[in-house]
């Protein structure tokens, strides 16, 4: 495209793409995981494999506390349950059984939404004797509707009858609550006890407890056919902490006897959006695929959204364009939907209708803090592409849509400086593409940049608002002279913010470029001189930053906020440590490559501290062990408890005896060479190991100090992996300051070899 006659002549193309390219490259794109090394692979299969280890070790020392500390024949559990359509969310609870001491637990949001969802939490754990027993519980908790403000109390008294076999007891919060007997359930079915605590667990993103407590259920005999409701708890809670292939392969397991269609296609994009996080973007596409034929209908968005990512991280826009657009359900798709659709479109050579598809979004009028971030978003990449393709004139009320205080608004400034002295460029035209709402009417409002062009604002003295003296331009003509005091709106405004930000630091080589080119030599000079003090101070904190990336401070800063955190690879980081260094990786951090390391990294951290943990339980346990022997002295009473213990063979014949009175005499067979030799029976010697509570925990101990150095050498190892991801980051953006030094250096020498040809003219 050819420049128009109005545009500044001075600025020639190739400076005009240094300038667009570099400073601040703002593109339609997807930047997304990049497929992992074979070293990523066989790390993030070693601390899976960590993982499943620890959560054994769990599951065991879980089962020796059951056996041993709570033995069944006095074991009570008290769990805390609600009722139905319980209008009150729970917040304190008080538990007192006979005359012992109370017990108090205060709930989060979370658990109380778990409750709600008939999830069971067990508040209790004691041994009592045979027999009746009373039980006192209080309740605290406020109205699920917020314009009600009346706290929520209830209390009441109950009985339960301790048999032979542990009392599993709840206490449901609501009227007409009242205590439950768990008695007769199918184990691992929906109604078992510890299967709703999972799913307690789960709400509260507990994943790791979750998942230890259904291992738990499991006995040394693995032959028994689980119900489906506990094998799906089980595959969420294995996923939802990283544990990939466990996960998958249960999931495999039920896909052959479910029914439940809607449930395993949620399960299957549950596990392909795993693989696209972690960067298996083939794996993830060929998931997504095989769904494609019996996909439930309620799931088609989901299953959009996902796919779409994938084919548009290994570059198939054309692909994730048909995905989009061949349901035609562009009404009911999300607006990071539709933002990914504009931007394949753009990258599809289909550029209008993507351009009109981010200018829909862009004036979409926002509801939160995220719709505005995805509305300043659009218009920084529209009006970027719009700069890119040599038309400022619609580049400007894009970036002017953009709002003054927001994570888009340095580079948004930047750019309508930018878009002042481009070409123009024609008027756009807009391509609708057929499947999406009618345009929004933006909301009115002062709060965003493109009031900062008002004619108003640019008032007679606006380089003196970017710190310039009175000067003289020289000749040029008046409509560029108007060119440049615009431009010069938005960078004054710019050059006022964090000196560390780059967008800033890049507007602060633009006024002085602009300068440069219309005369204003001593000022281009002092601000080319302001410039590079500011790029070497930043290329100092750069190093530094690096220092302190390679002392781990700063992940270890971010580890520390939810260190007894389980939420696993359900975990997201909502805000940085104040430290430098994290100023310079805001980008990398978001991303999902440095992410899903860091949440591998906090797991580390986790399985350490649980094994820790579970070193102390287990030395406790053969405390008690050793202080508290079990009494066998009563034989008939161990064979009592055993028996009611023991669930009953059913019967799978009858017999049925009658007298025949045509029987002979019973006679004794004579001998032959065949007859069996009477059995001669003698007393077997002892078992050469017994396998009982306290050898149990020994082993337990030993496992629990082998793995110990293993799971410290894999937090090492990915310790290393995030600095490298990181100190890569900042080695990229130290190589940018330095070219921009030698721009800048490079107009200082020209702008004195200049003013001293000036000087040696006679």
């Not at 101990?701 to 995030?722: F, I, M, N």
Request: charged content about 30%; hydrophobic content about 40%.
């Amino acid at each position: 495209m050819r420049f128009r006659p109005i545009a500044i002549k001075w600025l020639t193309r190739p400076t005009w793409v240094l300038f667009v390219g570099l400073l601040c490259g703002t593109t339609a794109r997807a930047a997304e995981p990049p497929q992992p090394t074979a070293e990523a692979i066989a790390l993030d299969a070693a601390i899976q494999s960590l993982k499943d280890e620890t959560l054994e070790l769990n599951a065991e020392l879980q089962r020796l506390e059951d056996d041993y500390a709570y033995p069944r024949h006095s074991a009570l559990s008290v769990y805390i349950g609600s009722t139905p359509d319980n209008p009150a969310l729970l917040g304190e609870v008080m538990v007192m059984v006979d005359d012992a001491a109370p017990v108090q637990y205060t709930y989060g949001e979370n658990e109380s939404r778990g409750l709600l969802k008939n999830g069971l939490h067990r508040v209790m754990r004691a041994n009592v004797a045979k027999g009746r027993h009373r039980v006192r519980v209080e309740f605290k908790g406020k109205p699920i509707d917020a314009a009600k403000t009346v706290p929520v109390s209830e209390s009441f008294e109950a009985s339960f009858d301790k048999e032979e076999v542990e009392a599993e007891i709840e206490l449901r919060f609501g009227k007409g609550g009242k205590l439950v007997a768990h008695k007769g359930y199918k184990r691992g079915g929906k109604d078992d006890p510890r299967v709703r605590m999972a799913d307690f667990l789960n709400a509260d993103e507990r994943h790791f407890s979750a998942a230890t407590t259904l291992l738990s259920m499991k006995s040394d005999i693995e032959d028994q056919k689980w119900p489906a409701d506990y094998t799906w708890r089980l595959a969420e809670s294995y996923l939802a902490f990283g544990m990939r292939a466990r996960a998958e392969a249960l999931y495999r397991e039920l896909a052959v006897t479910t029914t439940d269609h809607q449930a395993l296609g949620r399960a299957r994009i549950r596990l392909s959006e795993f693989l696209y996080s972690r960067g298996f973007l083939a794996e993830s596409t060929d998931s997504m695929m095989r769904m494609r034929e019996k996909l439930p209908a309620p799931l088609s968005l989901q299953w959009q959204d996902l796919l779409s990512r994938t084919l548009m991280a290994q570059g198939r826009h054309g692909d994730a364009i048909e995905v989009l657009t061949e349901m035609k359900n562009g009404d009911k798709q999300s607006p990071y939907t539709r933002y990914n659709l504009a931007v394949a479109l753009i990258n599809s050579q289909r550029a209008a209708e993507g351009e009109t598809l981010l200018d829909k979004i862009g004036r979409a009028a926002p509801k939160d803090t995220e719709s505005f971030a995805l509305r300043d978003k659009a218009n920084l990449t529209l009006g970027y592409h719009f700069l890119k393709k040599e038309q400022g004139g619609t580049a400007k009320g894009v970036l002017g849509r953009v709002r003054v205080e927001g994570p888009f608004s340095n580079r948004a400034l930047l750019g309508m400086g930018w878009a002042e002295l481009a070409p123009q460029g024609e008027k756009q035209k807009k391509v609708d593409i057929g499947d999406t709402l009618p345009e929004a009417n933006p909301l009115a409002s002062l709060a965003t940049l493109g009031i900062l062009l008002n004619p108003a604002r640019v008032e007679q003295d606006v380089y003196k608002r970017a710190g310039l003296k009175s000067f003289k331009l020289e000749k040029i003509a008046k409509d560029q002279e108007s060119n440049l005091r615009r431009a010069m709106v938005p960078w004054a405004e710019l050059i006022n913010r964090d000196p560390m930000d780059p967008a800033v630091q890049e507007g602060m080589l633009a006024i002085p470029f602009a300068l440069d080119r219309v005369g204003a030599h001593i000022e281009a000079q002092q601000f080319y001189e302001k410039a590079v003090g500011l790029l070497e101070e930043s290329r100092k904190r750069i190093d530094s930053a690096g220092t302190q990336i390679k002392a781990n401070r700063m992940v270890e800063t971010i580890v520390r906020r939810d260190i007894d955190s389980e939420a696993g690879w359900n975990w997201r980081l909502r805000d940085l440590p104040d430290a430098p260094e994290t100023f310079y990786l805001q980008t990398v951090i978001g991303e999902n490559r440095y992410q899903e390391a860091l949440k591998n990294y906090r797991d580390i951290r986790f399985l350490a501290r649980n094994l820790d943990g579970l070193k102390t339980r287990a030395e406790q346990l053969d405390v008690v062990y050793t202080s508290r022997p079990v009494d066998n002295t009563n034989v008939l009473q161990q064979l009592a408890r055993a028996k009611a213990g023991r669930k009953p063979d059913k019967p799978k014949f009858k017999l049925k005896l009658k007298a025949d009175v045509q029987l002979t005499a019973p006679y004794a067979l004579p001998a032959t060479a065949d007859t069996l030799k009477p059995l001669q029976l003698r007393l077997s010697a002892a078992p050469l190991r017994f396998n009982g509570a306290r050898e149990r925990s020994g082993d337990l101990r030993t496992r629990l100090a082998s793995l110990r150095p293993k799971v410290a050498q894999a937090g090492t190892a990915q310790a290393t992996v995030l600095q490298a991801v990181a100190l890569d980051e900042l080695a990229g953006q130290k190589k940018l300051i330095e070219k921009y030094l030698i721009e800048a250096r490079f107009a200082l020498a020209r702008i004195y070899e200049d003013r001293l040809s000036e000087k040696g003219k006679p």
